[in-house]
C-alpha cells in the first residue's frame, strides 16, 4: 500500500518517490518512482509535472501527498490544480529546495 507520494519539484527537475508499507512484512520503503528533468526550463514543465503526479496519485490510490519545492513554484503548482486540489487527497507543502541536494541521490530503504 502506498502511505504517501512525495515530490521534489523545481524548474529543471521533480523527482517523487512513494512510501510504501506492506502488512505482510514489518518493513516500510521508500523508492523512486519518478525523475522527471527539464533541461531547457520549457514553461510547460509544472504542468507535466502536475499530470505526471495525478497519475501516480491515481494509479497507486495514494491519498497523502508532500510536495517540497520553493515558494514561487508551490504557487505556479496550486494555479494549475488537478491532484493538488482533491478532497480525498491529504496535502502537505514544504517550501523548501532539495532536487539537488547531495542526499537526495540516495535510495532510502
Known amino acids: 500500500m502506498t502511505r504517501a507520494c512525495i515530490a521534489v519539484i523545481d524548474r529543471s527537475r521533480a523527482r517523487v518517490y512513494a512510501y510504501r508499507s506492506d502488512v505482510a512484512s514489518p518493513q516500510d520503503e521508500l523508492c523512486e518512482i519518478a525523475d522527471l528533468s527539464n533541461p531547457t526550463r520549457a514553461p510547460q514543465f509544472t504542468r507535466?509535472?502536475?499530470?505526471?503526479?495525478?497519475?501516480?496519485?491515481?494509479?497507486?490510490?495514494?491519498?497523502?501527498?508532500?510536495?517540497?519545492?520553493?515558494?514561487?513554484?508551490?504557487?505556479?503548482?496550486?494555479?494549475?490544480?488537478?491532484?493538488?486540489?482533491?478532497?480525498?487527497?491529504?496535502?502537505?507543502?514544504?517550501p523548501h529546495d532539495l532536487v539537488d541536494h547531495p542526499g537526495a541521490h540516495r535510495a532510502v530503504r
Open 48 to 94: 507535466f509535472v502536475v499530470a505526471e503526479l495525478e497519475r501516480i496519485v491515481r494509479d497507486s490510490a495514494c491519498e497523502h501527498v508532500i510536495v517540497l519545492a520553493s515558494a514561487d513554484m508551490l504557487a505556479e503548482l496550486r494555479a494549475l490544480g488537478g491532484v493538488l486540489h482533491r478532497a480525498n487527497v491529504m496535502l502537505e507543502e514544504i
